[in-house]
């Protein structure tokens, strides 16, 4: 079965810093386009980072210059690694992928992990 599963999150400090991480699992040909969306409560679910297969990233005006996604084709895992974070990054995290397996090519997600900045 395929899946993406996220870790990292949890409690820190305005000003600290966290590393989620997302780790593909299942029999995978391919991961294209890997990204990370954010919700935060009563909000819309709102896109952070994207990395594409060659490597190219874009991201949010708001984590611009704080966040860095990253990505390991050969472990099957993305990263975003977060600093300066501010109260309104609080969200639940989640991956997002579009995978080439045995089944076709569709778009994954993960079940999230929560990310609380506050003091």
């Known amino acids: 079965q395929v899946q993406l599963v996220e870790s990292g999150g949890g409690l820190v400090q305005p000003g600290g810093s966290l590393r989620l991480s997302c780790v593909a699992s299942?029999?995978?040909?391919?991961?294209?386009?890997m990204g990370w969306y954010r919700q935060a409560p009563g909000k819309q679910r709102e896109l952070v980072a994207v990395?594409?297969?060659?490597?190219?990233?874009n991201y949010a005006d708001s984590v611009k210059g704080r966040f860095t996604i990253s990505r390991d084709n050969a472990k099957n895992t993305m990263l975003l690694q977060m600093s300066s974070l501010k109260p309104n990054d609080t969200a639940v995290y989640y991956c997002?992928?579009?995978?080439?397996?045995?089944?076709?090519?569709?778009?994954?997600w993960g079940q999230g992990t929560q990310v609380t900045v506050s003091s």
């Open positions: 990395i594409t297969s060659g490597g190219s990233t």
């Open positions: 997002t992928s579009e995978l080439s397996t045995s089944g076709g090519r569709r778009i994954y």
């Open positions: 299942g029999t995978i040909f391919l991961m294209n386009t």
